[in-house]
């Protein structure tokens, strides 16, 4: 029984990503390839969790739906990690971090994954690995977890075959550092979200800029995972901002298409009933009127889709537009004294939603360059709702929004941000830190 429960969870997974989630610039996915494993396993009374996650993710993989998440919430089941990272570089994967797996080191070369060449794999499994244009933001970890072992080339003139393993998942404490290198203030933040710790840091970096002369600042977002504080962008932005400005101007409004569905209305009105309890009577009041503008464009919805029967359109006519309101009222930004003549932002595929907004928000600054890879373009997506799956203990998280760019076909999802340099993945970056370098080298 318990087996089904798995395969309807990975089909309300598919259903709600085709019916409800923001549609994006993606494909509609390999349902039936991804899931057959798990359906046939159900048929057996075999279903497990680990087949389900697995399915679920392919299929979202294969979709390009990388905003979107599944996660298990039983306690019994523990998420588990390879033990180790990798890039590729032309028709070989090189080990980036050996994290665990202490089997492996940074710049031993895998050359096939279970017994597949990576040419092959690339081929044959491109979508899985690959999320947009360019090697940048390819993700080779969900792909490995198909197999059993790879083959690896350790450097001493032959080839060993290792098992993979699972190792319980690592989360390192986020980094909050400020150095001086080579003449530069290098600034690491991992979390935007941690808004005192980022006024620490940046009063460090502000104090550092003074002591070099405010020539050239590295703001290390490779690792900056999550959300962002508000208050984190009015903290760091004196560094980056050319002349006294309003907050607004830097962050603005940001005009989106939201699907009103009949479920993602219900799942809205849901979350505002959670928290009746604990509002007063303006509060209910704003409730009241927050519900039946939902319910309002939901009937609108319904009421367009009901014009036409090409599955294509409905899908569009479900997507109303709104404004997702800047982070500010009426802030204002003055540079730093110690501004630096040059604010370089390193970026790359890890770089969060929040980290990335910040990006996108002045990368246009005449002082500021985005140095490193390519973002996953999370600045296209917003509001996400989470939708638990019955019976499982599992859950799918998706975006309801996204905005106007992206809807006229353009936006960040399929290339990511612009870069002023980029830095390509080359086997010397295992042991060297190759877009740091190429940030130090920039002229101010």
């Given at each position: 029984?318990?087996?089904?429960l798995?395969l ?31 359906a ?6 075999h279903?497990?969790v680990d ?8 299929y ?13 919430h039983d ?8 033990g ?9 994967l ?12 940074p710049?031993?070369?895998?050359v ?9 794999l690339l081929?044959d499994?491109?979508?899985d ?7 940048d ?5 969900l ?8 083959d690896?080339?350790?450097g001493d ?6 098992d ?8 390192p ?36 800029l ?7 600042l ?26 006294e400005i309003d ?13 009103y ?6 799942a809205?009105?849901a979350?505002i009933?959670?928290v ?12 009241d ?17 009901r014009t ?10 479900a ?16 540079p730093?004294a110690?501004?630096p ?10 770089t969060?939603e ?11 600054m005449?002082r ?10 999370w ?6 709702l989470?939708?638990?799956?019955e ?5 799918f ?5 996204r ?8 936006g960040f ?5 612009p870069?002023d340099?980029?830095?390509p ?20």
């Amino acid at each position: 029984m318990r087996g089904f429960l798995y395969l309807s969870g990975y089909n309300a997974i598919c259903e709600t990503l085709h019916m409800d989630a923001a549609p994006g610039r993606r494909s509609i996915g390999n349902a039936e390839a991804c899931g057959n494993s798990l359906a046939k396993a159900s048929r057996n009374a075999h279903a497990d969790v680990d087949q389900f996650l697995l399915a679920a993710r392919q299929y979202l993989s294969t979709a390009g739906a990388k905003t979107c998440k599944v996660t298990c919430h039983d306690g019994r089941y523990q998420e588990y990690d390879l033990g180790f990272r990798v890039k590729r570089h032309e028709n070989f994967l090189y080990v980036t971090e050996a994290r665990q797996e202490t089997r492996l080191a940074p710049g031993m070369r895998i050359v096939a994954v279970g017994m597949n060449r990576i040419d092959f794999l690339l081929k044959d499994m491109g979508a899985d690995v690959v999320w947009g244009r360019g090697t940048d933001r390819e993700d080779w970890d969900l792909a490995m977890r198909m197999f059993d072992d790879i083959d690896v080339f350790p450097g001493d003139g032959h080839v060993m075959r290792l098992d993979l393993r699972r190792y319980p998942v690592e989360t390192p404490d986020p980094e909050f550092t400020t150095r001086v290198q080579d003449g530069a203030v290098v600034m690491r933040i991992d979390d935007l979200s941690q808004a005192d710790k980022v006024a620490q840091t940046v009063s460090e970096a502000a104090a550092a800029l003074a002591e070099q002369g405010a020539g050239k600042l590295v703001l290390d977002l490779r690792h900056c995972a999550g959300t962002a504080d508000p208050a984190s962008y009015l903290a760091l932005l004196p560094l980056l901002v050319d002349a006294e400005i309003d907050a607004m101007q830097v962050m603005d409004d940001v005009e989106l298409f939201t699907v009103y569905s009949k479920n993602n209305a219900t799942a809205l009105i849901a979350d505002i009933d959670r928290v009746r309890p604990a509002l007063d009577e303006a509060g209910l009041s704003m409730a009241d009127e927050l519900c039946a503008d939902i319910q309002a464009k939901a009937d609108e919805v319904l009421a367009r889709k009901r014009t036409t029967h090409v599955m294509a359109e409905r899908l569009r006519m479900a997507e109303l537009p709104e404004v997702l309101p800047s982070p500010f009222t009426d802030e204002r930004v003055t540079p730093d004294a110690n501004a630096p003549r040059l604010a370089c932002i390193l970026l790359d595929s890890d770089t969060g939603e929040g980290a990335e907004r910040l990006a996108q928000a002045v990368m246009g600054m005449e002082r500021v360059r985005l140095v490193g890879r390519a973002t996953k373009g999370w600045v296209d997506y917003a509001n996400y709702l989470t939708s638990e799956l019955e019976g499982i203990a599992c859950s799918f998280t998706y975006p309801i929004s996204r905005t106007k760019a992206n809807h006229d076909g353009e936006g960040f999802e399929r290339t990511g941000l612009p870069l002023d340099v980029h830095v390509p993945f080359t086997p010397e970056e295992c042991t060297r830190d190759t877009i740091l370098e190429a940030a130090l080298k920039l002229e101010t």
